[in-house]
Nanobody, 122 residues
Framework: QVLLVESGGGLVQAGGSLRLSCTAS????????MAWFRQAPGKEREFVAG????????SYTDSVKGRFTISMDNAENTMFLQMNSLEAEDTAVYYC???????????????WGQGTQVTVSS
């Protein structure tokens, strides 16, 4: 089992920045990939960014490229999402996920955090 705990969400004005963190514990060696998803009210959960725990490769959804940066601190088993130039459309609950492969489909991830709310005011 892998336990994921997110932090860092909050309320920010459009154009501002936030940094999300996700700390993993338990059998972390079972998950080669960590990722961020988000879900806005009335919408499906969507892939935001993902990273191999080795740090060798990352992936982003088009709408956040150039604004968000995903990174990994393996010594602390912690993943980060630096979010800059935030837009109202980024408002959602952000979830941390862990799984075996870097894919955009949520069902392919085995473990999930409880989510952290990000609200961007326009």
């Amino acid at each position: 089992q892998v336990l994921l705990v997110e932090s860092g969400g909050g309320l920010v004005q459009a154009g501002g920045s936030l940094r999300l963190s996700c700390t993993a514990s338990g059998r972390t060696w079972r998950s080669s990939v960590m990722a961020w998803f988000r879900q806005a009210p009335g919408k499906e959960r969507e892939f935001v960014a993902g990273i191999w725990r080795s740090g060798s490769s990352t992936s982003y959804t088009d709408s956040v490229k150039g604004r968000f940066t995903i990174s990994m601190d393996n010594a602390e088993n912690t993943m980060f999402l630096q979010m800059n130039s935030l837009e109202a459309e980024d408002t959602a609950v952000y979830y941390c996920a862990a799984g075996p492969l870097l894919r955009v489909a949520a069902p392919l991830y085995d473990f999930w955090g409880q989510g952290t709310q990000v609200t961007v005011s326009s």
